[in-house]
């Protein structure tokens, strides 16, 4: 099982790669697929805007072309999940999301899923792929700590704001999960779930164990709708 | 009022700009806006995939901005709505997609909308997007031609299959109103609901309607949740 | 183009009348129908209750038939619609509500819509109707002023209360965009916008833009479900 | 316990009351409130239109004010429910009407229902209102025997094709139980559902038998709302 | 009609019982089905879990069992409707829940119902219940007092906490009828009515209602999905 | 990493323990969570009434509580989930179910998603479970293929339903992903997705995929609603 797991970063911050990197350790096994931790250096410092999400496509798509032999999955680590869908029509291993694998496994966790974003201009585009998903029968609320993907580096304003919108939530919106809306979150899993006594969902993490389970099983790799065309 | 509602064909295809050309005509009024139908050279011959959807965005943004100082308001003719939430991100004027004005349209015309796609990959794309409109409980059902955008040049083939699915949509989904789901069915509209016996929607004509009110009004040119950032 | 489109105001009160036609002039084109707004005198005053919204629908079908050969489509001016869809089964005229197109034209605007009504009593008549339009996904709260259709004429205690009504639909609900819900609102459409930095739907506008679409393109026309009976 | 159930058939056809009667008359109890099934001489002799529908809603607030005093609940009964939202703003007595409390009851006897109409038009008009109810995510589907109210006075062509119908519902729709869509199919209730093997509810027997309850209860009196304005 | 309704209150609190014996008293008749409230001697004090909801199937199947032969029809007497499913499907006698009932029964009073939980961890009970009913788009909220089923004994206690939670159900919720979601709140109805001002609905008098019709009908004893099998 | 996965088959068919831990033994890893798949003695030989369902929550709470100390994670393996929300109570360890994970799976790999049920009475209670997952929107629908637990030891037979089944929901109903709608279906995944061409998910593969993440991570191992109560 020597090809590897690819988790791409879009946004072209290293230091959020590393977070990521981190996150995912305790997944990775001595027999398993490896699982390397890869930053779109084309991409911008945090993807925040539907341009960013679109202007990143064709880059994202152009490395995972170049990657296609090695890989034996694919995770997008943004959670907007952006090129999931024409990756998929392009690649034929697993492609997997965070949004979705976030989003999907808070449902296993709680009846009503809360989601912490960066921005009140993410919020939008969230509610629009949740519609897509279909899940709002199950949505609480998106609510943002109004930081930019840049600004997350401070680490101590960051966790002290996702712990009051984790709080409103809860308490007003009747959230009983949440769900981390932005991959460099990752490190502020614990500390969150500690304070809020309610699950906290990491959404790559949640991603990276859904491609694990792929590639061990060997399906999923397909492209979406495939058999109909 | 001398400034310019674009209609923006995203493919490359001058004989489907040309398609909608024709079908807004009906629209232009000597003291109205004046309704300019361009064609996007880097597009591909036709929109099909998701990849194709993501791709022409980067150059539909550039062409865009090029207009914006001449534009009133921006029309983007591609059932998809390749770019429409960049685009109004970026620009001051309203951003209309053919796609989302076509089926609200249709909503207005009968209780269940029906959709006729060019092919079935198209198919799970429609569905997303119907999702994230928060349509569904509307939605009778979404059948393709199985004919690519250029195949669509063949009239009398083409709109022989139109009939076809739409008799199905009709009989057998319970559709009461079809929305045709290419830009480049523009001239089948007419014969289409003569031969179904209901309404049958054009979505680059719905959606030039729309946007012709927005700028007599001029009002629905800031961007979307742009108040909440 | 000699046939009118009939804005109805189905309430009583002309100077409701002569307000949405201030609404509507800039809609008006040298070579397009003319738009006239009639007051329907049998009308109460304001329609407040379910039972007045019912109690037009015969009158209003019996002045619609009288101005049946000489329209071109028909409007009509209250947010619960009344008399619709009886219309669109007595006329071969486009028929058009306020609260339909106002609603769908918001869809186009923002991901979530607030609606302003009058009275407490009109709320559960709006929701059974959003329902059946099956837009609940995309609806974030409908609030009213207090205020009964006539008492609309204090401008600066109705536009006070607008701005209130409108901030807690924004900030509390997550509205980004907002639908006035009474034809009787149309003159506070700009300072509301202005004071809540998102878009502001004045519905009347957004139904005449649509019907001017219908008339000139030429279809629309034929009752809802025609084809099928 | 001396105040009756008005039970009100709002079109002109003698007969169609007779068979509602004889419907209820299970009802009756001894020391129960007096059941009382009415025909609304002013209405059509059937009602199949929206423009009935609404037509109606006058002489039934009329005969209903007329009844008020002796009344202890009114129940409409034709499966368009007219007249029950201004009615239960006019009166202080319980007010059901079968649709609704025929789709209720169905909720209870299985999980997807299907509703068989008298006419192709009427299809359109019950899903606005199964969506103004809420109930899309349980509904299987609504399809017409194609006869009009007074039609079905031909009791065994009219079985054949409610059994046909019928089928489909259960067969092809995935319906386990069926609503019949028109007072005046009462008396086909027990060989329709033998035939089936399926649940079918007779509305105006739901809506009596919680009209009962209302009655002996003493709640459910107050106006819809009323307790917000 | 010597055939007894049995009331099963599921939880072991006998004074449970006789409330709901209380409750449901205006609705036994001469003529019609004796109603029997019995207590399950096997169960908890309280059913507050899902393994409590779970735990009783059993025992109350057992019981059930028993009675068949004297039963007319059964009702279950607890707001998570344990073993209703299963006892549809032991029992040829029809079988009604409370929870179901009651909420139906709440559609039919208000647009948007609103819910008084005991305990906190009842709620996401409750909307998976509500989610599998379909009646997520009539739903304003749930909301518990805190207390357990044997503290609602202290009446002064929960009557002041039911008020306040009514209150916020109605006020920042929106709800226009409320439905009291445990049977052992049965004799504050009245009361919390008055104070609201909006309908409140006690579930088992809802399901007794609907069971009596059933019975006097002789329709609706058939296992769910029965001719499906 | 010494304590263990159980997978636990709720009844008591042997054979259809052996076929679950062929399926997930690609899931097993040297330095990852031992994975023990059990038979509960005291189940019935397939669970296929609701009555089945609930009637094995106690003995399966009971096993689960003599493992607790050694498990690290449990699967309840049976598509209605059963005992899952109470075990979730009691057990301080994640606790997946096959259907919830199987269903949410399918969410990943395509838009609409079919479900291959044993017998036609077990799709009404798939019906509620989906809807109370809330996943309405993304599902195609649900046949069966008409045979029972047992009767899937014919493997021949079996596959040649299944196909036919996968068929439909493909051709006729637009699902482009199916999930298997059974533990004991595990050893059809392979040639089933092999015929027809789009992704076959088997729920125990994707329910333990999910669980060694859980494990791994540390994570998810709080009861649902927990910090609520």
């Keep these: 099982m020597s090809k590897t797991i690819y988790v791409i970063n879009p946004n072209s911050t ?10 995912v350790t305790p997944l990775r096994s001595a027999d398993g697929p490896p699982i390397a931790c890869v930053t779109l250096a084309d991409g911008p410092p945090g993807i925040q805007s539907q341009r960013d999400v679109d202007g990143i496509v064709a880059p994202l798509l152009k490395r995972a072309a170049a990657l296609e032999d090695d890989a034996a999955a694919f995770v997008i680590a943004c959670f907007s999940d952006p090129g999931m869908y024409p990756l998929r029509e392009q690649s034929n291993r697993p492609v997997l999301g965070i949004a979705e694998c976030g989003v999907l496994t808070a449902l296993t966790l709680g009846q009503r899923f809360g989601v912490i974003a960066i921005l009140p201009t993410s919020i939008p585009r969230h509610l629009r792929y949740f519609g897509a998903m279909g899940v709002n029968d199950r949505f609480a609320a998106d609510l943002s700590v109004g ?17 009051d919108v984790g709080r409103i939530l809860r308490d007003v919106h009747g959230a009983d999960v949440v769900v981390m809306g932005c991959a460099g979150m990752a ?5 969150l779930e500690r304070e809020l006594g309610i699950p906290v969902v990491e959404p790559t993490q949640a991603a ?3 491609a694990i389970g792929r590639v061990r099983l060997g399906w999923g790799g397909r492209p979406l709708g495939g058999g109909l065309s």
Tied chains: 1, 2, 3, 4, 5, 6.
């Design 14 to 23: 290293e230091s959020i790669t590393a977070g990521i990197d981190a996150a």
């Design 208 to 210: 990276v164990t859904m």
């Design 147 to 163: 930081l930019g993907v840049t600004e997350l580096a401070d680490g101590e304003r960051t966790l002290a704001r996702m712990i």
């Design 187 to 191: 490190r502020f899993r614990a500390p």
